[in-house]
């Protein structure tokens, strides 16, 4: 089995995992809001304990930046971790199997690859869409990693030179306009007024000192909320840009979105389509196709695994 570890703003996630990419146990917690670095590694630690006995493999999946292959990481949403050294200090409770740490967006890329929608295609976009944009890039059936490991990062794709600023220094970045919180912030300066926030259980009138989401921008746009339609589609012509350039550059054959805005559906799917046909007008570039993750939360662990279980495909670094 393979120790499979899946580190973001909002959780934690461990789990074993079989040769054949099933995850077969796995476990979840809420990232600390509070506390330094350490606290973060003893949470960490105490998760993974269940699953310390008689591993082959370590495989990790985490939020950037961070340095690679080395994995000393800096997860912009974790401001306690900068230059922690997780594979480093993984190396040390697992010293006698490999350990081997990327990006958490590569990760989903190459669990699509492995064993979701992106079976047998040999050139592919693994897509994130939400709370940031990021992505894993598939050339010749193997993960392209670049010169720093950041090969693929969609998100910082420029799709508007004068749009809104974004988090790396830049401005009209993918990421910029089209993750959650960023499109949630655009909508409510149109004057979106939410009809209801929060999941099922916890529905209730909209006030203003609840933080909404991109879900609930999803289900206005859904029940036929002008502004909230019109978020989505700003995000899908964004998202329809960045992939159009992204094919001519690599040749593509497929992309895959995941992350909890891509499962607005043809809300952002549809003019995502209409965007891309319009600026993918060379032959090659209209065989794209686009269609939605098909894993689930489990695709962390998945792609994580890969690292170990696949690596003639997923890990170039040593």
């Not at 703003?9 to 146990?25: P, Q």
């Not at 979701?116 to 869409?129: E, P, T």
Request: hydrophobic fraction near 45%; glycine fraction near 16%.
């Amino acid at each position: 089995m393979i120790l499979a570890i899946d580190i973001g703003g909002t959780k934690f996630a461990a789990g074993l995992v079989s040769a054949a990419g099933e995850v077969v146990a796995a476990e979840r917690a809420a990232t600390p809001r509070d506390g330094g670095a350490e606290t973060l590694w003893e949470m960490l630690a105490g998760l993974v304990e269940p699953f310390s006995a008689e591993v082959k493999g370590v495989g990790v999946g985490c939020g950037g930046p961070m340095a690679w292959p080395e994995g000393e990481v800096s997860p912009l949403n974790m401001p306690a971790w900068r230059g922690f050294p997780l594979r480093a200090r993984l190396a040390e409770r697992f010293p006698s199997v490999p350990v081997r740490l990327h990006n958490d967006a590569v990760c989903l890329a190459v669990a699509e690859h492995w064993r979701g929608a992106g079976r047998g295609s040999a050139n592919m976009l693994g897509m994130v869409v939400s709370t940031g944009v990021g992505g894993g890039l598939i050339l010749g059936d193997r993960l392209i990693d670049g010169g720093t490991g950041n090969a693929g990062h969609i998100g910082h794709v420029v799709v508007d030179p004068e749009g809104p600023p974004c988090g790396c220094g830049g401005h009209g970045c993918l990421e910029a306009v089209a993750r959650g919180p960023g499109l949630t912030a655009w909508a409510l300066a149109q004057g979106w007024k939410p009809a209801t926030y929060g999941d099922a259980h916890d529905a209730g009138p909209y006030r203003e000192d609840r933080e909404v989401t991109a879900r609930d921008l999803a289900r206005d746009a859904a029940a036929g909320d002008e502004v909230a339609m019109a978020a989505m589609r700003r995000a899908g012509t964004a998202l329809g840009v960045a992939i159009a350039s992204a094919t001519a550059l690599c040749d593509l054959d497929l992309v895959t979105i995941g992350g909890g805005l891509s499962q607005a559906g043809e809300l952002l799917f549809g003019p995502l389509e209409e965007a891309l046909r319009g600026h993918a007008r060379l032959d090659f570039a209209r065989r794209v196709r686009v269609c939605p993750a098909e894993l689930g939360q489990d695709a962390g662990l998945a792609g994580a695994a890969a690292l170990v279980l696949a690596e003639e495909r997923y890990w170039s670094a040593g």
